[in-house]
């Protein structure tokens, strides 16, 4: 996507809360144009290659403004997720909120930074009762979640809020990226898409919950995504305008249920029907959430952010599921 590598090489990304999924993801990708520095309270089991590693907790603005002097470009990942948010609040809070602030503070009065990208998430929509067409404006439903989710949502609406905010009153440039949930190789183990593609290429059955096997989800294929940021860290280090925000995500909402189906016939396919895993649903004694038709009752229009973005298209989920398993199969083979 770059066309100008060896200016970009002189270029400097800084990934806030590197540590994770996301982050790492992001230095593997934009190490080859970019020069990348992580700052994290934790150093990662492995760096990417020729990837700077500074430890920086974002609590403090003197050292978050230290770390970021000699950046161009900051992507901040960090936060707080669930579960430890629901234990650990007053932490949540200084992390998610006064963190955010204090990196998007750093980048608008250091002179070097040109800009922000904020890791957003498609969660700030809500999970129930979506109606209508999803698109930028959709709008924030923070009381729509379950509540184990609620803290998580409030922080993803209260960074982007704080994000928005800088775009409006700051001469350097913020943008946020709202992510579907991300399919990707190094995903966290709790995902659903992890559990299930593990159990399932263990040959043990693959395990929704009833109470919400039919919660529509949206996905996003990680290669899109760290194409999607390389293109907005692009837009601006060529001082062009950004829009606030965009929605990146395969706009087809896929229940959990679906997810699970998808997962079995991937692996069935690709191990020539050697591994056939069970769909067997689980009952928690909890009342159903979601009912088969409410993936019908909304809709997905990403046009305008995939334009913003430069992007044709997206990867159907299937064919994320479908890589991962492949890759998955192999390492097992030469393990």
Not at 105 to 123: C, F, Y
Not at 257 to 284: C, F, N, Q, Y
Not at 291 to 306: A, G, H, R, Y
Not at 310 to 320: A, F, K, N, Q, V
């Amino acid at each position: 996507m770059n066309g100008n590598v060896g200016v970009s090489m002189q270029h400097v990304v800084g990934i806030v809360g590197g540590a994770g999924f996301i982050g790492l993801s992001l230095a593997s990708y934009l190490n080859k144009n970019y020069r990348v520095k992580l700052l994290d309270v934790r150093r990662p089991e492995s760096l990417p290659h020729n990837v700077i590693f500074e430890k920086c907790d974002i609590r403090y603005y003197n050292l978050v403004r230290k770390c970021l002097r000699n950046v161009d470009v900051v992507v901040n990942t960090a936060i707080i997720q669930i579960p430890a948010i629901n234990e650990y609040k007053r932490l949540g809070y200084e992390v998610n909120f006064l963190g955010t602030h204090n990196v998007c503070r750093a980048v608008d009065e250091l002179k070097r930074p040109k800009g922000l990208i904020l890791a957003g998430s498609w969660h700030v929509f809500g999970e129930r009762e979506l109606k209508g067409v999803i698109d930028e404006e959709f709008g924030f439903r923070p009381d729509k979640v379950e509540d184990r989710a609620r803290l998580y949502v409030l922080s993803k609406i209260a960074q982007e809020v704080i994000v928005r905010y800088f775009k409006e009153m700051s001469d350097k440039d913020y943008a946020v990226i709202r992510m579907g949930t991300v399919l990707g190789e190094g995903m966290p183990e709790k995902t659903a898409a992890n559990i299930f593609i593990t159990r399932g290429l263990r040959g043990e059955p693959i395990t929704p919950y009833r109470h919400s096997m039919h919660r529509p989800m949206l996905y996003v294929d990680v290669n899109d995504v760290v194409m999607s940021y390389e293109s907005l860290i692009e837009k601006m280090l060529s001082g062009k305008n950004t829009l606030p925000a965009v929605n990146l995500f395969y706009p087809e909402p896929i229940t959990v249920l679906e997810l699970a189906e998808i997962v079995k016939d991937v692996i069935t396919e690709l191990t020539s029907g050697r591994i056939m895993p069970k769909i067997e649903v689980v009952d928690k004694g909890i009342p159903p959430l979601f009912t088969p038709e409410d993936k019908n009752k909304f809709s997905v229009d990403i046009s305008k952010s995939l334009k913003a973005l430069g992007i044709d298209s997206l990867t159907h989920p299937r064919e994320s599921v479908r890589r991962i398993v492949k890759v998955r199969l192999e390492t097992m083979q030469n393990a």
